[in-house]
């Protein structure tokens, strides 16, 4: 079982930017899909982004594509999420999550491994 924290959240001001990371323990995430999803009071679980295996294919929710980034380290058994021109909108608690896919799934179903989440808030 790998366990997984995430870091970085925060408060920032609409337009900003947040760099989110994801550690993993207890074994690699060489071999897992990565993946960022958010879940805001209210609202149901959204796809973020996700980050194949090896890191050469990624894939983004409509609603981020352009302003965010998705990378993974797998030496560093980490993963991050670069967040660019923040909207209010993107308040929410962002979590990593593994995937025993190969593709770079948006469908939270196929990922079994939850991170606890970290809080962004987005002032406007």
Same mark, same amino acid.
């Given at each position: 079982?790998?366990?997984?924290?995430?870091?970085? *959240?925060?408060?920032?001001?609409?337009? *900003?930017?947040?760099?989110?990371?994801?550690?993993?323990?207890? +074994?690699?995430?060489?071999?897992?899909? @990565?993946?960022?999803?958010? /879940?805001?009071?209210?609202?149901?679980?959204?796809?973020?982004?996700?980050?194949?295996?090896?890191?050469? !294919?990624?894939?983004? *929710?409509?609603?981020?594509?352009?302003?965010?980034?998705?990378? +993974?380290?797998?030496?560093?058994? @980490?993963?991050?999420? /670069? @967040?660019?021109?923040?909207?209010?909108?993107?308040?929410?608690?962002?979590?990593?999550?593994?995937?025993?896919?190969?593709?770079?799934?948006?469908?939270?179903?196929?990922?079994?491994?939850?991170?606890?989440?970290?809080?962004? !808030?987005?002032?406007?």
């Amino acid at each position: 079982q790998v366990r997984l924290v995430e870091s970085g *959240g925060g408060l920032v001001q609409a337009g *900003g930017s947040l760099r989110l990371s994801c550690a993993a323990s207890g +074994r690699p995430i060489s071999s897992s899909t @990565m993946g960022w999803f958010r /879940q805001a009071p209210a609202n149901e679980r959204e796809f973020v982004a996700a980050i194949s295996r090896g890191g050469l !294919t990624t894939s983004y *929710g409509e609603s981020v594509r352009g302003r965010f980034t998705i990378s +993974r380290d797998n030496a560093k058994n @980490m993963v991050y999420l /670069q @967040m660019n021109s923040l909207k209010p909108e993107g308040k929410a608690v962002y979590s990593c999550a593994t995937s025993w896919l190969s593709a770079a799934s948006p469908d939270p179903l196929q990922y079994n491994n939850w991170g606890q989440g970290a809080k962004v !808030t987005v002032a406007s």
